[in-house]
């Protein structure tokens, strides 16, 4: 067991890790500098960004859609050369996921998904907008509903749960996990409904998973004909139970897990997390977990990949264009939002990465594709990023769109075919 750390070895970790930022920040990107990318790839800035942005969706014709908390923004390069000229911000859609499916733009908020008719003009006719399901409770934490449509038009919405751990009251020292956990009942999971209907809510929908804390990095693998995630893992493990954690535990353990959704899954949410000092399933400190303490061997699945702790895993995308080199085809880009709490340790994540896939399953070791976003961190704090990916989209002619959170920038990431 580890005692709390004394605040003054904290303070001075955390200017140490401040220094090792600032020394090892040679890759790290400046206001206009590029992201650091494998040979052979280049970065074009799209758009420098009109404010905070969240996920993005390219259309057939390669205009661009950025999702925000602002609202949705329409782009469009009209000369080709892969900088937008023209830039809309439209509708009262204000929120997270954004997606493109048989001629409807769809887009969410905290409370439900809507859609728009596309049609040759780059801004639908706002007057077009439906409600596909609405009136989700608003709640403060982990309240975005990204979404995935499958090829019939089903839409898998996820229901982040507004709590870290379940707790009898939450985030606080020491207090048990509610057991069995009613959040369970609305939240933590996946919900599905008929994407080509409207006016549903809820109720209208089915449970298709359980067991995940927040799954904002959510989509439908079309050759797998399967549902994937990359969820955030919990927080607080050493404010929480100090006799049993310390802040490096904290900021080391609890993995970001990747995984195949089943229908009827159950990803271990909050009773259990994946410890990626043991990598092991072990029973949570507010379950009666004891830092050693395993799950019951098959109630859960174990990860495809355990990525490390906080990093924030913010979008999915399986890459099936054919500009870059074929060793990415099938496989998987993530976009990491970047840390918040990693404390004393230094601040991670705020890169995309690239995990090789053969049919589903994992084909080797995660790569980091596009890094440097962040930049030095001063101070180790997140807030001082330059930038964070968040969203990913691919291009009709296969480059792939990185989209930031910060001030909305978006890159174009492009092979030279080489």
């Not at 661009?64 to 900088?83: C, E, H, K, Q």
């Not at 929480?240 to 897990?257: I, K, Q």
Request: hydrophobic fraction near 35%; proline fraction near 7%; include cysteine.
């Amino acid at each position: 067991m580890h005692a709390k750390l004394p605040r003054v070895i904290v303070r001075i970790a955390n200017v140490a890790a401040a220094v090792c930022a600032a020394l090892f920040a040679g890759a790290a990107m400046g206001q206009d500098a590029a992201p650091t990318l494998p040979p052979g790839f280049t970065a074009t800035v799209v758009q420098p960004g009109t404010g905070a942005g969240r996920h993005l969706a390219i259309a057939p014709n390669g205009d661009i859609y950025l999702a925000s908390r602002n609202g949705l923004t329409a782009m469009r390069d009209t000369n080709g050369d892969f900088v937008v000229d023209e830039v809309t911000t439209f509708g009262d859609v204000k929120g997270t996921g954004v997606r493109i499916y048989k001629g409807y733009l769809y887009a969410s908020d905290n409370v439900g998904v809507y859609r728009y008719k596309l049609g040759k003009a780059l801004v639908p006719d706002v007057a077009t907008k439906e409600t596909v399901v609405s009136q989700f409770p608003p709640e403060r934490q982990h309240a975005d509903k990204t979404f995935a449509l499958d090829e019939k038009g089903t839409l898998y919405v996820n229901v982040g749960a507004p709590s870290n751990s379940c707790q009898a009251k939450d985030r606080e020292e020491g207090s048990p996990g509610r057991n069995p956990c009613p959040i369970l009942e609305r939240y933590g999971g996946v919900w599905v409904f008929d994407g080509n209907k409207q006016n549903q809510t809820p109720a209208d929908g089915r449970r298709f998973a359980t067991g995940m804390r927040n799954a904002v990095a959510i989509t439908w693998n079309p050759r797998q004909k399967a549902l994937y995630s990359a969820i955030h893992g919990r927080d607080g493990l050493d404010t929480l139970f100090p006799a049993l954690y310390n802040a490096v535990d904290n900021a080391t353990r609890t993995a970001e897990e990747f995984h195949q959704i089943e229908d009827g899954g159950d990803y271990g949410w909050p009773y259990t997390f994946w410890d990626l000092k043991l990598n092991e399933r072990i029973v949570a400190p507010e379950y009666g977990g004891d830092t050693k303490k395993k799950a019951d061997k098959g109630k859960y699945p174990d990860p495809l990949v355990a990525f490390p702790a906080h990093w924030a895993p913010n979008d999915l995308l399986f890459y099936d264009g054919r500009s870059f080199p074929k060793k990415y085809r099938g496989g998987a880009f993530i976009a990491f939002h970047g840390s918040w709490n990693r404390a004393p340790e230094p601040q991670a994540g705020y890169k995309v990465v690239f995990q090789p896939l053969k049919d589903g399953k994992p084909s080797g070791k995660f790569e980091e594709f596009a890094d440097g976003f962040a930049g030095t961190l001063e101070g180790n704090n997140p807030r001082n990023a330059v930038f964070r990916p968040v969203g990913l989209a691919v291009h009709p002619d296969g480059a792939l769109y990185i989209s930031d959170s910060q001030k909305g920038r978006i890159w174009r990431i492009a092979h030279s075919g080489k």
